[in-house]
């Protein structure tokens, strides 16, 4: 059985910085892509940012420059790093990654999210 949890939400005002962690655990042979995606009140979810087991990083436009994703895989773990946050980034981050139980059996698993609240 594979979990995959984040942890680091909470409020912020504008401009202040915040570290979301994803941690996988159980029966993991090796994980693939691993992301951040969001989801806002009436919205629906996007991707935020992305990384390979290689570390190549894909970022949607709005949080270029101001979020970093970042993993270890020896931890089984992304990390994001928000700088300079704005009303706009508050939602519901979620976290995804492709987890191989085996040399060929592979599943997407999402966390259940943490909530990021950005407001003066």
């Known amino acids: 059985q594979v979990q995959v949890v984040e942890s680091g939400g909470g409020s912020v005002q504008p401009g202040e910085s915040l570290r979301l962690s994803c941690a996988a655990s159980?029966?993991?042979?090796?994980?693939?892509?691993m992301g951040w995606y969001r989801q806002a009140p009436g919205k629906e979810r996007e991707l935020v940012a992305s990384?390979?087991?290689?570390?190549?990083?894909n970022y949607v436009d709005s949080v270029k420059g101001r979020f970093t994703i970042s993993r270890d895989n020896a931890k089984n773990t992304v990390y994001l790093q928000m700088n300079s946050l704005k009303p706009e980034d508050t939602a519901v981050y979620y976290c995804?990654?492709?987890?191989?139980?085996?040399?060929?059996?592979?599943?997407?698993?999402w966390g259940k999210g943490t909530l990021v609240t950005v407001s003066s």
């Open positions: 159980g029966r993991i042979f090796s994980i693939g892509v």
């Open positions: 990384i390979t087991y290689g570390r190549s990083t």
């Open positions: 995804n990654a492709f987890i191989y139980s085996s040399i060929s059996a592979g599943m997407n698993y």
